[in-house]
């Protein structure tokens, strides 16, 4: 696989031994098994895979390599260029300026933009009626588009289903970016319709078979179809893609159960398009990777990430089901008191646990990161917790286990 220039700032000499020693190990990603990291009084289980993927590492290195390319110029971003606020922090420190917020309301009118501008596209795409704006005012969006090649390849297998005539389902947060995308790209070529969890699906197949009024969908799913969308038709033929970061599982689950019900009500295999392809890699295998360090016996779990980042946030959701699990963006949310500032994604606020860290040895923690998280963050909290825990090794002389 292709390999990015990303600022040495996010690299960790830790954490990338231990990357490159397991890819050896393991070339077919076959072993999800965490690496034990064992400082003495306390033991780390790193997880199999995390960190920057693909999409991220070639959306960072375009937008670094544009700044350093074009000085003096205006150089403007659609939105976060991804999840993470450190990353979009040394963007905006660099110059960079967004053009709108995650939810997509205007932060710098479109009308204020020149032709001799740069607008570089996020990670997660965007709208084909935003590209039509940008492009009716002559600025050039090729060079400078970060969309993630997983993300565009399911808007190609949302335009190849909708072409046969099937209904474009897609799985994910109406309001995200990348779900936003592509809601547009598909709907540019047939019925479309967002749906965001399984409860939704539960209200969708009735009205597929008939339980619900035609007339409650509109309500039901106010702003989440496509113009024109008719459910007396549209859903007898259906095709489920989803944003890229959901959880695998739960996206499975729902094409799943929305095949079955369409097969009960319609009798036909061919109603249902495969759309399995569209999983992205790095979200299955992240998610993979949790599941098999939970595996193993741990007091705790700490998972790294931006608040926002919609693939990080279904990380904490597995670990959260089987022990105590603080979500932070980074190392300085723990605190010398044995304190840390973590994020409730379940009341949406940030809230402080004293004496989160239990007195006892050896203590085990579970750790992981999410897909738009530097690598330098992740070790920064392996640091914070030495400090905290006494009669440990020191970062250093486990690096040199892994270099020899």
Not at 33 to 47: E, H, K, V
Not at 81 to 108: C, E, K, Y
Request: charge should be negative; hydrophobic fraction near 40%.
């Amino acid at each position: 696989m292709k390999s990015f220039d990303v600022p040495i700032i996010y690299r960790s000499p830790l954490i990338s031994a231990i990357k490159k020693k397991r890819k050896e190990q393991d070339r077919m990603k076959k072993d999800f098994t965490p690496t034990l990291l064992d400082f003495g009084s306390f033991q780390i289980s790193l997880a199999r895979h995390f960190g920057f993927c693909y999409g991220v590492e070639n959306a960072i290195e375009i937008a670094f390599r544009t700044l350093d390319n074009h000085p003096g110029k205006r150089i403007f971003l659609l939105g976060e260029m991804i999840h993470n606020p450190q990353v979009n922090a040394d963007l905006q420190a660099r110059g960079i300026r967004f053009l709108q917020d995650t939810s997509g309301q205007t932060l710098i009118p479109f009308a204020e933009l020149h032709k001799e501008d740069i607008v570089l596209i996020p990670a997660f795409g965007t709208t084909l009626e935003i590209e039509k704006q940008l492009h009716a005012r002559g600025i050039t969006t090729e060079q400078y588009n970060t969309t993630c090649p997983f993300v565009e390849k399911v808007w190609n297998r949302s335009e190849a289903i909708a072409k046969k005539n099937f209904t474009v389902i897609i799985h994910g947060k109406p309001t995200h970016e990348e779900t936003r995308a592509t809601f547009s790209h598909a709907a540019a070529h047939g019925p479309a319709l967002v749906i965001k969890d399984m409860e939704e699906a539960k209200v969708l197949a009735e009205f597929i078979r008939g339980d619900k009024p035609i007339a409650d969908f509109f309500t039901c799913f106010k702003n989440q179809f496509s113009v024109n969308f008719d459910p007396s038709q549209d859903l007898k033929r259906i095709g489920v893609v989803n944003q890229t970061t959901m959880l695998a599982s739960d996206t499975q689950a729902i094409a799943d159960f929305l095949k079955k019900t369409i097969l009960e009500k319609e009798g036909k295999e061919e109603q249902v398009a495969d759309t399995r392809d569209t999983l992205c890699y790095a979200t299955l295998d992240n998610q993979t990777a949790v599941q098999g360090l939970l595996q193993n016996p741990a007091d705790l779990a700490i998972v790294v990430g931006g608040y926002n980042s919609s693939n990080t946030s279904h990380l904490v959701e597995l670990c959260e089901l089987q022990l105590p699990t603080y979500y932070i963006e980074n190392a300085q949310k723990i605190s010398d008191e044995n304190s840390i500032m973590h994020y409730d994604m379940h009341a949406h606020v940030e809230k402080i646990t004293s004496n989160f860290l239990p007195n006892k040895r050896p203590l085990r923690i579970l750790l992981t990161s999410g897909a738009s998280c530097p690598d330098a963050l992740v070790e920064g909290v392996i640091e914070r917790l030495l400090t905290l825990i006494p009669d440990t090794t020191t970062i250093d002389s486990l690096l040199e286990t892994y270099q020899a």
